[in-house]
């Protein structure tokens, strides 16, 4: 295993100037325990050899000491990993990994039969909708078995129990919020919950579940026979926590985690935990279905104490594949130099818990000498891809794809950062179709009195979106396809942290591609900015604006130099763009000459790596021009 230095890799320069901070070494392992629950002789009992092994991974976690291997064959482990201890430093780490190969599943669901015909409830509404054939809808009912949901039964806790202090709730549809952890699966599909028994007659695939928490009613796909289907419900509220915080050097390897009902954050629990320790590796991992939070790499908790010196980051999570999470993909509170890197995160947000203030592919609050890049976050729902949340300083965002923001409001939301400078630098950022649309939605509900400036107006998505935030440095981004802005910022002049109001001020525009945006490509608060070298194309008119002082600007290009001063290197430009989500390409045709224009003095790289000379086109790839076939854009296999 060779790893890079940041000498070497010029996309592990953080914005100070300083490479980041990689702390990891070749790992050797002194002892190894073998786990394999399809071993007739695998007993917990047993001392963890490869011919008499551990049955469940847990009873490996309680016996592994610093410079421990465990070595996991493949099967599926209903069960919560809860490692006793961690390592010693690099050197000394503790490891779970899947052997050789083979596919690890640990769920936190237990497999479920005995099926009965619900009855007691009323079926259908007093008033309103009739149903055709109401003898053909099916409803069945589970009994909880309490042995199955022994010191957590998530099908008697609300997804929210914490934070609501910033819940509108007479804007708000609490119906999310409210709605059980407990999740239910038919043959590894879920089925979506409703708040009221009569429901189950509008849609099938739904579950309802009563009062207490102890019955389960569920009215399958074309009102077929659970007795006939794989039927999982979800009883356990992680896969892999360890039970006290502050564990360092573990390293999670090639597992599958699926199923955990976890609440909506704050805190911060997720399906795959550090609980607030250090220096851990996550990598080639899988998340899927965990009901909101699937990594969690920090504090967990605004609550908790913050123990003088105690080390909280330096975590690497890289090349796992994070899918269909209710609120959050990756979470992370107080952590410094985290490294987050070749990620897949797609389908966060289903939940449509938002207005929680925790949604998002990736969504860090103070964060520190931070570097994430090279990641795919797609398909979000409702929420964005990435939210930094109050006091980040020198992170830098490289190389990453943001694609397909379903109904959200932007791809990137940095707010409430101040003084030290964050970096933004050579992501596509494709596609954003938000929401708020009056029109089309005339009363919606979710909409918050936090959200009340200009934007809520009408239809909102942005590529960028900053709030109180000084200091950004975007630079060689692809930002298209968005509903409303490229970029966009506002003034929040209550939000004084550190030691002032946001002031959105000195935040810079470099050398930016800008395509096809629905209003326009940058939107600022005022003249107290930078801009220079950006290419615009397929552009309304008045794309550029500045809204204060009063009245708005709105401004081509010409305009935007003559009375601004910005982009006095900036061009217009004749081009077609198009990205296929599925596949991950993208094709380009330039039509006519694309203008050189001066590289950014901190960023000497494009999207794929390539050095440049001093000087590029605007945009993620420095040598974009004339006719280009379709090419791969997946910043993974860079």
């Given at each position: 295993?060779?790893f890079?230095?940041?000498?070497?890799?010029?996309?592990?320069?953080?914005?100070?100037?300083?490479?980041?901070?990689?702390?990891?070494?070749?790992?050797?392992?002194?002892?190894?325990l073998?786990?394999?629950?399809?071993?007739?002789h695998?007993?917990?009992?047993?001392?963890?050899?490869?011919?008499?092994?551990?049955?469940?991974?847990?009873?490996?976690?309680?016996?592994?000491?610093?410079?421990?291997?465990?070595?996991?064959?493949?099967?599926?482990?209903?069960?919560?990993?809860?490692?006793?201890?961690?390592?010693?430093?690099?050197?000394?780490?503790?490891?779970?990994?899947a052997?050789?190969?083979?596919?690890?599943?640990?769920?936190?669901?237990?497999?479920?039969?005995?099926?009965?015909?619900?009855?007691?409830?009323?079926?259908?509404?007093?008033?309103?909708?009739?149903?055709?054939?109401?003898?053909?809808?099916?409803v069945?009912?589970?009994?909880?078995?309490?042995?199955d949901?022994?010191?957590?039964?998530?099908?008697?806790?609300?997804?929210i129990?914490?934070d609501?202090?910033?819940?509108?709730?007479?804007?708000?549809?609490?119906?999310?919020?409210?709605?059980?952890?407990g999740m239910?699966?038919?043959?590894?599909?879920?089925?979506?919950?409703?708040?009221?028994?009569?429901?189950?007659?509008?849609?099938?695939?739904t579950?309802?579940?009563?009062?207490?928490?102890?019955?389960?009613?569920?009215?399958?796909?074309?009102?077929?026979d659970?007795?006939?289907?794989?039927?999982?419900?979800?009883?356990?509220?992680?896969?892999?926590?360890?039970?006290?915080?502050?564990?360092?050097?573990?390293?999670?390897?090639?597992?599958?985690?699926?199923?955990?009902?976890?609440?909506?954050?704050?805190?911060?629990?997720?399906?795959?935990?550090?609980?607030r320790?250090?220096?851990?590796?996550?990598?080639?991992?899988t998340?899927?279905?965990?009901?909101?939070?699937?990594?969690?790499?920090?504090?967990?908790?605004?609550?908790?104490?913050?123990?003088?010196?105690?080390?909280?980051?330096?975590?690497?999570?890289?090349?796992?594949?994070?899918?269909?999470?209710?609120?959050?993909?990756?979470?992370?509170?107080?952590?410094?130099?985290?490294?987050?890197?070749d990620?897949?995160?797609?389908?966060?947000?289903?939940?449509?818990?938002?207005?929680?203030?925790?949604?998002?592919?990736?969504?860090?609050h103070?964060?520190?000498?931070?570097?994430?890049?090279?990641?795919?976050?797609?398909?979000?729902?409702?929420?964005?891809?990435?939210?930094?949340?109050?006091?980040?300083?020198?992170?830098?965002?490289?190389?990453n794809?943001?694609?397909?923001?379903?109904?959200?409001?932007?791809?990137?939301?940095?707010?409430?950062?101040?003084?030290?400078?964050?970096?933004?630098?050579?992501?596509?950022?494709?596609?954003?179709e938000?929401?708020?649309?009056?029109?089309?939605v005339?009363?919606?509900?979710?909409?918050?009195?936090?959200?009340?400036t200009?934007?809520?107006?009408g239809?909102?998505?942005?590529?960028?979106?900053?709030?109180?935030?000084?200091?950004?440095?975007?630079?060689?981004?692809?930002i298209?396809?968005?509903?409303?802005?490229?970029?966009?910022?506002?003034?929040?002049?209550f939000?004084?942290?550190p030691?002032?109001?946001?002031?959105?001020?000195?935040?810079?525009?470099?050398?930016?591609?800008?395509?096809?945006?629905g209003?326009?490509?940058?939107?600022?608060?005022?003249?107290?900015?930078?801009?220079?070298?950006?290419?615009?194309?397929?552009?309304?008119?008045?794309?550029?604006?500045?809204?204060?002082p009063?009245?708005?600007?709105?401004?081509?290009?010409?305009?935007?130099?003559?009375?601004?001063?910005?982009?006095?290197?900036?061009?217009?430009?004749?081009?077609?763009?198009?990205?296929?989500?599925?596949?991950?390409?993208?094709?380009?045709?330039?039509?006519?000459?694309?203008?050189?224009?001066?590289?950014?003095?901190?960023?000497?790289?494009?999207?794929?790596?390539?050095?440049?000379?001093?000087?590029?086109?605007?945009?993620?790839?420095?040598?974009?021009?004339?006719?280009?076939?379709?090419?791969?854009?997946?910043?993974?296999?860079?």
């Amino acid at each position: 295993m060779v790893f890079v230095t940041a000498e070497k890799d010029f996309s592990a320069q953080l914005p100070n100037g300083q490479p980041f901070a990689f702390w990891e070494v070749e790992q050797y392992y002194e002892r190894e325990l073998y786990v394999d629950n399809q071993n007739p002789h695998a007993s917990d009992q047993n001392t963890g050899t490869l011919s008499q092994p551990f049955k469940t991974i847990n009873a490996a976690a309680q016996v592994a000491t610093p410079g421990t291997r465990v070595l996991i064959h493949g099967g599926t482990y209903r069960e919560t990993v809860q490692p006793a201890m961690g390592g010693l430093g690099a050197d000394q780490m503790i490891s779970y990994e899947a052997y050789q190969g083979e596919e690890v599943l640990i769920k936190a669901s237990v497999e479920v039969k005995d099926f009965k015909p619900s009855v007691g409830w009323r079926l259908f509404p007093w008033f309103g909708r009739t149903v055709a054939a109401p003898e053909a809808i099916k409803v069945w009912e589970i009994e909880l078995n309490p042995e199955d949901f022994k010191g957590y039964n998530p099908f008697c806790a609300v997804n929210i129990l914490h934070d609501r202090v910033f819940i509108e709730y007479d804007k708000t549809d609490m119906t999310p919020y409210l709605n059980r952890r407990g999740m239910v699966f038919v043959d590894g599909k879920p089925m979506k919950q409703v708040p009221l028994y009569n429901q189950l007659s509008q849609n099938d695939n739904t579950y309802w579940v009563e009062a207490n928490g102890q019955k389960v009613h569920i009215r399958l796909p074309g009102d077929a026979d659970p007795r006939d289907h794989l039927i999982e419900l979800s009883n356990r509220e992680q896969c892999f926590a360890p039970k006290e915080p502050f564990l360092s050097y573990i390293r999670v390897k090639g597992l599958t985690l699926a199923h955990a009902a976890t609440g909506a954050p704050v805190p911060q629990r997720g399906s795959l935990s550090c609980y607030r320790g250090h220096h851990w590796i996550i990598e080639d991992c899988t998340i899927d279905w965990s009901n909101a939070t699937g990594i969690d790499c920090g504090n967990e908790c605004w609550h908790h104490d913050r123990i003088e010196g105690q080390i909280i980051g330096y975590t690497v999570i890289r090349r796992n594949t994070i899918k269909d999470v209710g609120v959050c993909g990756i979470a992370g509170m107080f952590a410094k130099n985290l490294l987050i890197e070749d990620n897949l995160i797609v389908g966060t947000g289903w939940q449509r818990m938002e207005l929680s203030w925790e949604a998002g592919g990736i969504k860090l609050h103070h964060a520190v000498d931070t570097l994430i890049r090279r990641n795919v976050i797609k398909g979000c729902i409702g929420c964005d891809a990435l939210w930094l949340d109050v006091g980040n300083e020198n992170c830098r965002i490289t190389a990453n794809l943001f694609i397909d923001g379903i109904d959200s409001r932007e791809h990137i939301f940095i707010e409430c950062s101040r003084d030290a400078e964050n970096l933004i630098d050579n992501n596509i950022i494709w596609n954003v179709e938000g929401r708020y649309d009056k029109q089309a939605v005339p009363a919606e509900p979710g909409s918050s009195g936090w959200y009340k400036t200009t934007e809520s107006e009408g239809r909102n998505g942005y590529g960028i979106y900053l709030e109180g935030t000084d200091r950004l440095r975007m630079v060689n981004n692809l930002i298209g396809k968005c509903d409303k802005a490229g970029f966009f910022a506002k003034v929040v002049a209550f939000r004084i942290w550190p030691k002032r109001g946001g002031t959105s001020r000195e935040n810079k525009f470099f050398n930016n591609l800008f395509y096809q945006c629905g209003e326009a490509a940058i939107i600022l608060p005022n003249g107290h900015n930078q801009a220079e070298g950006n290419a615009y194309a397929a552009m309304p008119p008045g794309y550029l604006r500045v809204m204060y002082p009063e009245p708005e600007m709105c401004l081509d290009l010409p305009t935007w130099q003559e009375f601004c001063g910005f982009d006095m290197n900036g061009c217009v430009c004749d081009m077609e763009i198009d990205i296929n989500s599925d596949d991950l390409t993208m094709a380009v045709v330039v039509k006519g000459e694309m203008p050189a224009v001066k590289s950014d003095a901190k960023v000497r790289t494009d999207y794929f790596g390539n050095r440049d000379d001093g000087e590029r086109v605007a945009g993620p790839i420095s040598g974009l021009a004339g006719r280009h076939t379709r090419f791969n854009i997946d910043p993974r296999k860079l």
